[in-house]
């Protein structure tokens, strides 16, 4: 394993542009992520620190926490500005979604780079249990950004 003197953590946070102020991540987040992400034990990490590892445990969670909610963000928000936006309702055969998508990208001159299988296995990975087998059990939106990614946001159950 490695220890956590082995890193130069603040060498290495400017390395990968980390930015306090810019970042939903505080600096502790960061630096407790960094270090786990190169495999240092959360003891070594606590060690290092000053505190107990059910501290840094506690900080890896909100951060890795932090970091799922940054990524809804993001999804969410390339969905909002997708120049293609297809609803596709629960009960529909996720066959007959790419033809869809493909139809709808068309109208908006927005290229997919995708093959339908690609497409539809892209689909089903993001709306994971909202489809089971072929049929979509809950509604979706599949939005395609001006570059041909495709996003897939899953309507949540209240």
């Known amino acids: 394993m490695s220890e956590p003197t082995d890193y130069d953590v603040d060498a290495l946070l400017d390395q990968v542009g980390f930015d306090p102020e810019r970042n939903v991540l505080t600096r502790r987040q960061a630096e407790v992520l960094a270090l786990?992400?190169?495999?240092?034990?959360?003891?070594?990490?606590a060690e290092r620190l000053g505190t107990s590892r059910a501290n840094v445990s506690s900080i890896e969670a909100s951060a890795r926490t932090n970091v799922e909610k940054a990524r809804e963000t993001i999804a969410f928000a390339e969905a909002l500005n997708a120049p293609v936006r297809i609803?596709?309702?629960?009960?529909?055969?996720?066959?007959?979604?790419?033809s869809r998508v493909y139809a709808a990208c068309d109208d908006a001159e927005v290229k997919v780079n995708q093959t339908a299988p690609e497409l539809m296995k892209?689909?089903?990975?993001?709306?994971?249990?909202?489809?089971?087998?072929?049929?979509?059990?809950?509604?979706l939106l599949v939005g395609v950004t001006m570059d041909g990614i495709v996003r897939v946001r899953r309507q949540e159950l209240d």
């Open 36 to 45: 786990r992400e190169r495999d240092v034990p959360q003891a070594a990490i």
């Open 87 to 98: 609803e596709v309702a629960a009960g529909t055969d996720l066959y007959d979604v790419p």
């Open 122 to 139: 892209s689909v089903s990975d993001a709306a994971g249990d909202a489809i089971s087998g072929r049929e979509v059990k809950r509604d």
